[in-house]
C-alpha cells in the first residue's frame, strides 16, 4: 500500500527511532525530563481541580519516563457513596483501551504467517463474502444495494476502513439494532454471522468510521487459532505480560475495588452509572475485542511499556519490534477523507488499533503530543499514551459519561508536556 501519509508517517517513525538508540545505549532525546517536580505539581493541580469542580467523581494516574515511575497519584472517590477512594488498586472499565490488546493479541498471529493485512477477510470468514453496500431506499422503502467493489481485507478491520454501519436513527441503522449481532448472548461466530448479513455503510476502504471492527478481529482470532478469543488473549498477551487483573470478568473477592461509573448531567454533577455493572459480574458468552476489559494502573502501565519498549519487556517478547512499528504507523492514505470524530483527536492517523500523531498541534485548543506517539481512550473518558520520543508511557483512568466533554484529556496532556505553543 503506496500512498504519501503512510511513506512519510515511515519515515518520520523511523527517525525517531534512530535518535533513540546509538549502538546498545539510549541517547536521551531531551536534556532534562519531561516529567520535573514542577511538572507532577502541575498534574496534581489540575487533575485535582476536575474532582473539586465536581466533574468527575475520582481520577488516577500513572507515568513512566525511561523505565522509571515519575509520577502517580488519585485524586477523589472509585465510589461516592460509599466514601471508598480512588487508588492505585482501583479496577476500572477501560472500553476501547480493550482494542489495542485485541489487535496486539491479532498480530501474535500475524508474525506466525497467519494471514497478511491485505488477504480478503472472507479467506479465513466466509461469513463476510460476498459484502453488499446500502446506498438509499426506493419509493416503496425497500433497501438499495449493491456489490463491495472490492472485498473487506484485514487491513480494514484494523484501520475501522471495513464499513460496518453503528446504530442509528436511518433505515440501515435500524436494520443493524434489529440484528443485535453485539448483543451479550451470541457468542462470536453468532455475533460474525448476523453482521455479515447485513450490508455495508460506505465501500471497503473509502472511508474511516470507528466501529465493531475489533469485535470482528476477536472472531477472526478464534478462527485462524482454533482457540476461544478469551482464552487466546490471555495466554498469549495478558499472562505473558503479568496483566492478572485485566479481565472480562471480576470474580467476588476483587469486587470491593471495583469503581462506579458515573454520569455527568451537568456543570459540577454527577449521577451514579449502574447499567453497566452486569457486564463484569457475570459471565457472558459475547467476548469483545472492541471493549470489555477492565483493568487496574499498573496492569495497562504493563501493556503500554510493552509498546514503548517495541514488544518486550523484562526479557518476555509479546511482538517484535517491525510489528510494533507497523501498528504504530498511519495506515490511512490521503484518499480517505471521511474520518468520523478521527480529526478530534488531534493531528493524527490511525494505525492497528491505536491513533498515530503525524504532526505538532496545529492549535493551542488541539490535544497535546508528540509526533510519532500512539493511543488511545475509552468511552469511559479513560486514556492512554505511548511516546517513543521521550521514552513516556501514560496512563490515566477515571469513569466518567459521557466521553470526556470536560476537556479532561487534553488538560492532563497539557500538564505533562506543557502549554502548547504554536509557531
Same mark, same amino acid.
Given at each position: ?11 518520520? !517513525?523511523?527517525?525517531? !527511532? ?41 481520577? &488516577?494516574?500513572? @507515568? ?15 465510589? %461516592? ?29 500475524? $508474525? +506466525? ?13 466466509? +461469513? ?43 433505515? *440501515? ?15 462470536? =461466530?453468532?455475533?460474525? /454471522? ?14 474511516? *468510521? #470507528?466501529?465493531?471492527? %475489533? ?6 482470532? $478464534? ?20 496483566? +492478572?487483573?485485566?479481565?472480562?470478568? @471480576? ?10 461509573? #458515573? ?6 454533577? @454527577? ?5 453497566? #455493572?452486569?457486564?463484569?459480574? /457475570? ?11 477492565? &483493568? ?18 523484562? &526479557? ?21 477523507? $471521511? ?5 478530534s483527536k488531534g493531528q493524527v492517523g490511525f494505525g492497528i488499533d491505536f ?17 510519532? /506517539? ?8 479513560? *486514556?492512554?499514551? =505511548? ?12 469513569? !466518567? ?14 500538564? =505533562? #508536556?506543557?502549554?502548547?505553543?504554536? $509557531?
Open positions: 500500500m503506496k500512498t504519501t501519509s503512510i511513506s512519510i508517517a515511515i519515515a518520520m !517513525l523511523a527517525l525517531v !527511532l534512530s535518535c533513540k538508540e546509538t549502538g546498545n545505549e539510549k541517547v536521551q532525546t531531551t536534556e532534562n525530563p519531561i516529567v520535573s517536580d514542577s511538572v507532577k505539581q502541575r498534574i496534581d493541580s489540575v487533575l485535582k481541580s476536575f474532582v473539586d469542580a465536581g466533574d468527575i467523581a475520582g481520577v &488516577s494516574a500513572l @507515568i513512566y519516563e525511561k523505565d522509571k515511575e515519575v509520577y502517580f497519584n488519585a485524586f477523589g472517590f472509585a465510589d %461516592v457513596e460509599a466514601q471508598k477512594p480512588m487508588d492505585r488498586s482501583t479496577i476500572v472499565q477501560i472500553y476501547s483501551m480493550t482494542k489495542p490488546v485485541t489487535g496486539t493479541a491479532l498480530m501474535t498471529l500475524f $508474525e +506466525e504467517g497467519k494471514f497478511q493485512l491485505d488477504d480478503p477477510l472472507e479467506k479465513y470468514a466466509p +461469513e463476510f463474502a460476498d459484502m453488499k453496500v446500502y446506498v438509499g431506499e426506493d419509493s416503496s422503502g425497500k433497501p438499495i444495494l449493491e456489490d463491495a467493489r472490492r472485498p473487506i481485507t484485514i487491513r480494514d478491520i484494523t484501520r475501522h476502513t471495513a464499513g460496518f454501519a453503528g446504530i442509528g436513527d436511518t433505515p *440501515l441503522g435500524k436494520m443493524v439494532a434489529e440484528a443485535d449481532a453485539l448483543n451479550r448472548n451470541n457468542n462470536l =461466530v453468532e455475533m460474525a /454471522e448476523k453482521m455479515g448479513k447485513l450490508p455495508l455503510q460506505f465501500h471497503p476502504g473509502e472511508e474511516w *468510521l #470507528y466501529g465493531p471492527c %475489533v469485535d470482528v478481529q476477536a472472531f477472526l482470532v $478464534e478462527r485462524i487459532s482454533g482457540m476461544p478469543y478469551q482464552q487466546y488473549v490471555r495466554e498469549h498477551v495478558l499472562d505473558k505480560l503479568g496483566m +492478572e487483573e485485566t479481565r472480562y470478568f @471480576i470474580p467476588e473477592k476483587d469486587r470491593k475495588r471495583f469503581a462506579a461509573l #458515573y454520569r455527568r448531567t451537568g456543570k459540577g454533577t @454527577i449521577e451514579r452509572d449502574t447499567l453497566t #455493572y452486569s457486564n463484569y459480574l /457475570e459471565k457472558w458468552p459475547l467476548t469483545r475485542g472492541g471493549s470489555g476489559l477492565t &483493568s487496574t494502573l499498573d496492569d495497562y502501565m504493563k501493556f503500554a511499556r510493552m509498546l514503548v519498549h517495541e514488544g518486550s519487556i523484562d &526479557s518476555v517478547e509479546i511482538l517484535k519490534p517491525e510489528t510494533v512499528q507497523l501498528m504504530a504507523t498511519n495506515q490511512l492514505a490521503d484518499s480517505i477523507t $471521511e474520518r468520523h470524530f478521527l480529526p491513533a498515530v500523531r503525524t504532526a505538532p498541534p496545529a492549535n493551542a485548543d488541539e490535544n497535546n503530543g508528540v509526533v510519532g /506517539e500512539f493511543f488511545w481512550d475509552g468511552a469511559a473518558s479513560t *486514556l492512554f499514551w =505511548v511516546d517513543p520520543v521521550n521514552d513516556l508511557t501514560a496512563v490515566m483512568f477515571v469513569q !466518567l459519561f459521557p466521553y470526556d466533554q470536560i476537556g479532561l484529556h487534553k488538560s492532563f496532556r497539557d500538564a =505533562v #508536556y506543557g502549554p502548547i505553543e504554536v $509557531e
